[in-house]
């Protein structure tokens, strides 16, 4: 609530978009003032559900809106390189949904593109932003858990065949990598300060698309990481970090607002962190933005443009290895 207001657009008004608007009006005092949709009557519904006071028919005319100071990407995938450019394009600063682009190559041309031109572009991976992981960053910071030798994340949801359709779509950079091991991925790499090495071994679905993955990795400091993620099953979606001196364990739903426990090479509890609220996670990121916004900064310090870039490296070769491509690709 002590962050800025800013007066944000909508693209592409779909499920997460909804939770995002949700959240930002819940626990921000920033608002949605236009929504945009190929489907103006959808965008008119959006418009209704968070009382935004425009709504328009295409995406064109939402980043054209003289009255958005910002750009929420909202769209699958497989559409955040050209909806990020055709933000940047209209001098618009743009949040994109995590994963930020179907690859390393467009996420490089939207980096490029937003830095060229002076504009704020952040990844929204909500998690880096919520304050549980704050305080394994400072755990971490602290040197709290000794040398960091280990991290493990998992996040497996059952969401094929019968789930979105888009997950099994190849068109739409479908598939339980870029849904759901980005959040395994992204934590580890947060965690051991980038990878050195990555070995990836998978499954594919009927369609083509990756529907399950572990990802051994190490980081430059000679730790691991193991990393799984799989959309034929639900997992614990559980995550730790552990070290030399202490560990710390993240629950199910580690991506989400969460409890972190401190723990002793003997198990017993040193210390535990409750977050102060397990609702309405996704605003954190809309206030880190508004932040960095106000002050005049082009990118956030949780989450800088370099590591996005480096995550969607690992990203690329995890499919590469798993033998994975999305149709248009180079």
Request: a negative charge; charged letters at 20%.
């Amino acid at each position: 609530m002590n962050a800025p207001a800013i007066r944000w657009g909508v693209l592409a008004p779909g499920g997460i978009a909804h939770d995002w608007a949700a959240a930002l009006h819940a626990a921000t005092t920033s608002r949605v003032v236009a929504v945009g949709s190929r489907a103006l009557e959808r965008a008119q519904a959006f418009a209704a559900d968070f009382g935004a006071e425009r709504a328009h028919g295409s995406y064109e005319s939402l980043v054209d809106d003289p009255g958005v100071d910002a750009i929420y990407v909202a769209s699958p995938h497989s559409e955040h390189h050209a909806h990020a450019l055709l933000a940047l394009g209209a001098d618009k600063p743009v949040l994109v949904e995590k994963a930020f682009t179907r690859n390393a190559i467009e996420a490089a041309t939207v980096v490029d593109v937003a830095r060229t031109r002076g504009l704020p572009v952040v990844e929204a991976m909500w998690t880096r932003f919520l304050p549980h992981i704050d305080v394994v960053r400072r755990c971490l910071e602290d040197r709290l858990l000794g040398e960091v030798r280990a991290v493990e994340a998992d996040h497996g949801q059952l969401l094929y065949p019968d789930g979105p359709q888009r997950l099994a779509d190849p068109a739409l950079a479908g598939g339980a990598l870029l849904d759901l091991a980005i959040y395994p991925v992204s934590f580890a790499h947060f965690a051991l300060g980038g990878f050195t090495a990555v070995q990836a071994t998978g499954t594919r679905a009927e369609t083509g698309v990756d529907a399950s993955e572990t990802i051994a990795v190490a980081g430059p400091q000679g730790a691991i990481g193991t990393l799984s993620s799989t959309m034929l099953a639900k997992t614990p979606c559980s995550a730790s970090i552990s070290g030399t001196a202490a560990r710390v364990e993240i629950p199910g739903w580690f991506y989400q607002p969460n409890t972190v426990r401190l723990l002793g090479p003997d198990d017993r509890e040193l210390d535990r962190f409750e977050p102060p609220s397990r609702e309405h996670g996704l605003a954190y990121e809309a206030a880190e933005f508004a932040r960095l916004l106000a002050a005049g900064k082009t990118e956030s310090d949780l989450l800088p443009l370099d590591e996005t870039l480096r995550i969607m490296q690992v990203l690329d070769e995890v499919r590469r290895q798993l033998d994975v491509t999305f149709p248009g690709e180079d």
